[in-house]
């Protein structure tokens, strides 16, 4: 029986393919900028971004080969061939899929969390390259396989989700006017990342200290790159995506603790996970409908799961009685986010059981 983590999952390789694709979408913005003097403060954010994600490659790579390969592929031939060679080799399309969401909702320039931030605070796309970021994305889709299509169905439904997850919040007055995943995602990292990263260094970073622990949490959570790292999960699979920390499972407590320091990025990764659910898991062309419906009805459950385990903490900090408040509060609002999520989540698996006779 298929994991439900298993539908969020990419192995080592595959993630160094989606950050090597996002190393060529901040590239390409670099040769377009105009400006001299911010060219060159975005070459030293893709050089400080680039160690990043390198420190964070190592950090998750499983054996000795995958150690000695976590620089990413900045000649295109090269990744060309590893990612040509990749189709081929999967069995089910899912992790492709996954990686043009990513992408999709890749957030170019998002902060830190170092002392870094400050001069890299003001940093965006480019006139030029922002008239055609969009084909970008879809160019990155069809060289993968996917449909040039889901790259605006994966951004025009996250926009919805997100919508409909915070209702009438007053999230709404920080998101109201923006448009898209990555002004989302730049939004609740920026929230995120100051206090996040000493909590969550030794949970999502075992091992690194200083530097390059920072780069690991911010590499896995705060970049707008990769959902969360999951350590030591099954099935080969070392980082999840799509919105499966929601789901808490691979990351363990740093997911909770996470959502109780910013409420706020549980809604962007509950609405990429509805992204996941509607337009991927249950639209799998390469799965018999009846291991979709049953893979579906173990995700829902595990978000139950999540949703209890969530309000457990949220008890057993009230019987404490310690000065957690403001943590109490934010989980509280999680759990509501989250019950919307899981509400919308059976509404969409209702459906596809009814279009494929199989209610």
């Known amino acids: 029986m298929t994991s ?55 950090s ?27 189709k081929w080799s999967i069995n089910k399309k899912r992790p492709l899929y996954s990686i043009v969401l990513e992408l999709s909702l890749f957030n170019l320039y998002a902060p830190f969390g170092t002392e870094e931030d400050e001069q890299f605070k003001k940093l965006k796309i480019s006139e030029r390259f922002s008239s055609i970021i969009l084909e970008k994305f879809m160019f990155f889709a069809h060289e993968l396989g996917v449909e040039k299509e889901y790259v605006i169905r994966f951004q025009s ?12 919040s007053p999230l709404n007055f920080l998101l109201g006017g923006l448009i898209g995943g990555a002004v989302v995602a730049a939004v609740a990292a920026a929230i995120a990342i100051p206090v996040l990263v000493p909590l969550l260094a030794p949970i999502l970073a075992p091992g690194l200290s200083g530097a390059a622990a920072i780069s690991a949490v911010l590499a896995a959570l705060g970049g707008g790159a990769i959902a969360a790292g999951g350590f030591g999960m099954a099935g080969g699979m070392t980082v999840i995506v799509g919105g ?34 509607n337009d991927i898991i249950l639209v799998q062309e390469d799965v018999i409908k009846q291991q979709i419906a049953l893979n579906a009805r173990n995700i829902i459950k595990a978000q139950r799961n999540k949703i209890n385990e969530i309000e457990e903490q949220i008890l057993e900090m009230q019987m404490a009685r310690v000065n957690t408040q403001e943590q109490i509060n934010n989980l509280q609002q999680v759990v509501k986010y989250f019950r919307k999520a899981l509400e919308i989540s059976q509404k969409l698996l209702k459906n596809f059981l009814e279009e494929n006779g199989l209610y």
């Open 244 to 277: 499966g920390a929601i789901l808490g499972t691979g990351a363990g407590t740093g997911i909770s603790s996470l959502f109780a320091q910013s409420p706020n990025l549980a809604v962007r990764e509950a609405a990429k996970f509805l992204v996941t659910f």
């Open 60 to 86: 998750i790579a499983s054996n000795g080969l995958e150690k000695r390969n976590t620089s990413l592929y900045t000649d295109y031939s090269s990744l060309e061939e590893v990612f040509k060679r990749m």
């Open 157 to 168: 439904n996250h926009q919805k989700w997100t919508n409909e997850i915070i209702g009438s």
């Open 4 to 58: 439900p983590m298993e539908e969020f999952g990419l192995n080592f390789e595959q993630t160094k393919i989606l950050c090597s694709f996002q190393y060529f979408l901040i590239q390409q913005d670099v040769d377009t900028e105009a400006d001299l003097l911010i060219k060159q403060l975005k070459l030293r954010y893709l050089n400080h971004w680039i160690k990043s994600i390198e420190k964070f490659l190592s």
